[in-house]
């Protein structure tokens, strides 16, 4: 991949993060670098941005908050009087009308469910509910299999002129957990964009796009090792790119010496098995996010060989027996079924 300039394996946070750089690069410029977090989407959002102008770089800021703030409101099936929930809520009893801009971000979910073959289903949502991982729930067996047949993205009825959307049982429930996060940061920089920021980064739990360089340098985001919470696994200095992992370390609990996380295999209603952590580089955070997803249901292999078929995709997967997968345009760094270090 053209943008990344190098990528250097530390093999001992898989989650993204921002690295500290050299921030004294852009007061040399005569630019100001801001950064805020704030709890938006059941996650920490941060955003960090350059510009000359103070003033315009706080309302830029604040407005690109706002914008994620405003998507939550829409997506979120947590919040009842969502759009998002509206669909829910309906489910079995009458199509329900929803604006072009949700109506499209559901159109997109159902456009990456058929890229996976399903692995990606927003539709999961609806034996998902049986599960608490807060409260360390294991469904029962039977429970999860009267829910399964529920977990079809293509029983989802559209009707392109209203827009509405119909889930036909009342058994259904569809969730953007997925795909939401990803498409509220690609809003966010747009918001940013629209204010002359040019370089930017932003990041959503395990979703990241970064617009331009800090200062001279590239930013710098980590990915977290799945099993040391407060290791690297690698650094990637990156420019332009979106990034988004999926790990089974960010929501799982034990219970009777079983570990459970929350990226669920469509196709059993348990958690998927064969990936400890997936991270996809994309052109937008929209499709990274999508994509973490549906790569880790689907396994190292077909995974992969979905990446390789995507033009401007690349990925990096850790599998359950913790090697490490590169996708073609990483594999010219050497590392491809590397094993982790202990």
């Known amino acids: 991949m053209s943008r990344i300039r190098a990528l250097v394996f530390i093999f001992s946070l898989w989650f993204p993060f921002l690295l500290p750089g050299h921030p004294a690069r852009a007061e040399e410029a005569h630019e100001t670098l801001l950064s805020e977090n704030r709890a938006l989407m059941g996650t920490e959002v941060a955003i960090k941005a350059i510009g000359d102008d103070r003033a315009e770089l706080d309302r830029a800021v604040e407005e690109a908050f706002s914008e994620v703030s405003r998507l939550e409101q829409m997506m979120s099936n947590f919040i009842e009087t969502?759009?998002?929930?509206?669909?829910?809520?309906?489910?079995?009893?009458?199509?329900?009308?929803?604006?072009?801009?949700?109506?499209?971000?559901?159109?997109?979910?159902?456009?990456?469910?058929?890229?996976?073959?399903?692995?990606?289903?927003?539709?999961?949502?609806?034996?998902?509910?049986?599960?608490?991982?807060?409260?360390?729930?294991?469904?029962?067996?039977?429970?999860?299999?009267?829910?399964?047949?529920?977990v079809d993205f293509r029983k989802i009825r559209y009707n392109d002129q209203v827009p509405a959307v119909f889930l036909p049982d009342p058994h259904m429930e569809i969730g953007l957990g997925g795909i939401g996060k990803g498409y509220a940061v690609d809003r966010a920089m747009a918001v940013l964009t629209r204010h002359g920021i040019r370089n930017a980064i932003i990041m959503a739990g395990g979703d990241t796009l970064i617009k331009g360089k800090k200062g001279n340098d590239l930013w710098q985001v980590g990915l977290r090792d799945p099993d040391k919470k407060n290791s690297l696994l690698a650094v990637l200095p990156l420019e332009d790119q979106a990034i988004s992992t999926s790990g089974d370390y960010e929501r799982f609990f034990i219970k009777d010496g079983v570990r459970y996380h929350h990226i669920l295999d469509t196709r059993t209603g348990y958690p998927a098995e064969h990936c400890r952590s997936v991270t996809i580089l994309a052109k937008d955070a929209t499709t990274s996010d999508a994509l973490a997803t549906g790569v880790f249901v689907l396994g190292p292999d077909r995974g992969m060989a979905l990446v390789e078929r995507l033009d401007g995709v690349e990925a990096i997967i850790v599998d359950a027996s913790e090697k490490i997968h590169l996708s073609s345009g990483l594999t010219s760094l050497g590392t491809e079924g590397a094993k982790k270090s202990e």
């Open 82 to 150: 969502s759009e998002l929930s509206r669909i829910n809520q309906q489910a079995g009893k009458a199509p329900v009308s929803v604006s072009r801009e949700l109506y499209s971000v559901i159109r997109r979910a159902d456009d990456f469910s058929r890229l996976t073959d399903g692995a990606f289903d927003i539709t999961f949502a609806s034996v998902g509910k049986l599960w608490n991982f807060r409260s360390g729930i294991v469904p029962s067996r039977e429970a999860v299999a009267q829910q399964l047949p529920f």
